[in-house]
């Protein structure tokens, strides 16, 4: 069957983000802006649907990552899997990135120095792909866009940056480390389909103050499973199917 007009548009857009993203990937190859690029084995510039309307940004590459130069392949990329799948969806649907594109050595935090210098990637990234929401995955994402938070005060709560929808979570890594914040994180996930259909409605599904879940509000301690809120129902296996189709 042969394409109409605006399918060809369509297609034709999608071509250019993926050629967009191979021209940032290939920077991040020979990139030699800061330290991380001596100790690693291959850069990891993010992989995933290039017209994705989610985006995924974590912390950095781990060893299985720099091994293999794709993002989240070791424990927390499977429960990130788990979490996709939970919601309907599967890495290739959307697209998943980090805020180093470098190991850091012995998996320590990224330095202000290096997030700094790997920015211009992101941001590049960003721009190409041009995401309707951003989830952040732990503290160092987060901070790119709510400098001085907490995860454990925001988590789960999205907030208008822009032309672009942000979505604060844990990293998945957290959960491997601290079962408990297992059923935190799947609760998180379970609200974001609700959340992406209101942004492709037109709509800011940004919690006002007043709406804020008592366990999110300021001051309040760090959420523990039995206070947070339940999945949402549209977020059953089926209903995510169907707005898997619609939604990216
Ligand atoms: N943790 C991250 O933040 N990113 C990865 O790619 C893997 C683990």
């Known amino acids: 069957m042969s394409m109409d007009a605006s ?26 802006d800061c330290g991380l690029c001596r100790g690693r084995n291959r850069t990891v510039p993010g992989e995933g649907n290039p017209d994705a309307r989610i985006m995924f940004i974590g912390e950095g590459p781990g060893f299985y990552e720099d091994q293999q130069g794709r993002p989240f392949v070791g424990a927390a990329g499977k429960f990130l899997d788990e979490l996709l799948a939970g919601i309907g969806l599967d890495r290739k649907k959307v697209f998943i990135g980090n805020v180093v594109k470098c190991r850091p050595p012995n998996n320590r935090d990224p330095q202000p120095d290096e997030i700094e210098a790997c920015g211009k990637y992101l941001d590049a990234q960003l721009a190409t792909i041009a995401p309707k929401v951003i989830v952040t995955l732990g503290r160092f994402s987060m901070q790119r866009y709510f400098p001085g938070e907490s995860v454990s ?3 789960g709560t999205p907030r208008r940056k822009g032309e672009m929808i942000v979505v604060p979570m844990y990293h998945p890594a957290a959960a491997l ?26 709509e800011t599904p940004v919690v006002d103050r007043a709406e804020v879940p008592p366990h999110l509000k300021k001051g309040t301690a760090a959420t523990t ?10 977020a059953t296996p089926a209903a ?9």
């Open 7 to 32: 399918q060809e548009a369509t297609a034709g857009v999608i071509a250019e983000k993926k050629t967009g993203l191979a021209a940032i990937a290939r920077q991040i190859a020979g990139c030699t």
């Open 153 to 155: 005060r925001i988590h």
């Open 177 to 202: 480390h601290q079962g408990s914040l297992r059923r935190v994180i799947e609760a998180d996930f379970a609200r974001l389909p609700g959340f992406l259909e209101k942004v492709l409605e037109g």
């Open 225 to 234: 499973p039995a206070e947070t809120a339940p999945a949402t129902t549209d």
């Open 240 to 248: 995510a199917e169907s707005q898997q189709m619609r939604l990216l």
